[in-house]
């Protein structure tokens, strides 16, 4: 019995540890040691301790105007996971391929959870375009790449999900859920102003041996740019585009169907 009160407290210390790194982000990537004590909800002592063992180990870096960054463990670190991430290496081409033919921003999301995450983008070169930061987080209940991966959820994931969710979203429930259930035909979705104003997008999923989207591959960029005769040529490129990656990722057969629409509906609210 007399253990269990230690782990609790190296627990709690780990978890610090891991709070005060995950406090630097892409808008903020330099903190003071003040508004770290703040962010880790802890006093300055406490976090000064922190911080100076993850600046003796590398995670930490302390630069000018007693000012803390990422150090450089952290950089390693990153760049492992996206060496090792398969999805992200064998998506690439396709995705470049896809920005160089519609000069529009190109996304590959992963499912964490009840979020989806920005893990992979390619840049449109316009200066008006659509753009997010690998590791950006984002609600499955809203946009086109969040139906993707909602149509193929279990239940109680999909519960799981709406209980996290804003009472104006949980009010709408049904209809989005019929709206992702539709990916299962279509083979992809749209959507126009859904999550920001003025951006249109449209989705695939991404499948791999289990049969489940492994990810999901979006394009998005201005709505002004997101005519009635662009769309449909999108929808096709991102559908062939999405089912070769399938299929190198070992999909089912019946999962890489080739799917050639002839109709289009026009993006939804």
Not at 42 to 53: C, G, H, Q
Not at 92 to 107: A, C, G, I, Q, W
Not at 108 to 117: A, D, E, H, P
Not at 150 to 157: D, G, K, Q, T
Request: hydrophobic share 40%.
């Amino acid at each position: 019995m007399a253990m269990r009160p230690q782990k609790t407290k190296g627990a709690s210390s780990i978890r610090k540890c891991l709070a005060v790194l995950d406090s630097f982000t892409w808008d903020n990537p330099h903190r003071t040691l003040t508004e770290i004590a703040e962010e880790i909800n802890a006093p300055l002592p406490t976090a000064s301790r922190i911080t100076a063992v993850l600046c003796e180990e590398g995670f930490l870096d302390k630069c000018e105007g007693n000012l803390y960054q990422l150090g450089w463990k952290c950089y390693r670190m990153g760049a492992i996971f996206k060496a090792s991430d398969p999805t992200k290496n064998v998506a690439l081409p396709h995705m470049r391929k896809l920005r160089d033919t519609f000069n529009e921003t190109v996304s590959l999301y992963q499912r964490k959870g009840i979020w989806r995450i920005c893990c992979e983008q390619v840049s449109s070169t316009y200066p008006l375009k659509r753009f997010a930061n690998p590791g950006d987080r984002f609600p499955l209940w809203a946009g086109a790449a969040g139906r993707c991966f909602l149509a193929y959820m279990a239940l109680e994931e999909v519960d799981a999900v709406f209980d996290a969710a804003p009472e104006e979203v949980r009010l709408k429930r049904t209809i989005l859920i019929d709206r992702a259930t539709k990916v299962k035909d279509d083979g992809y979705a749209t959507s126009i102003a859904e999550r920001e104003p003025g951006v249109s997008s449209v989705s695939c999923p991404i499948f791999n041996f289990t049969g489940l989207p492994i990810a999901c591959l979006t394009i998005s960029g201005p709505s002004i740019r997101f005519t009635d005769d662009v769309v449909p040529r999108i929808i096709l490129a991102l559908l062939h585009e999405s089912r070769e990656l399938s299929i190198a990722l070992g999909a089912p057969e019946e999962l890489t169907v080739e799917r050639k629409p002839t109709k289009f509906p026009h993006l939804q609210d």
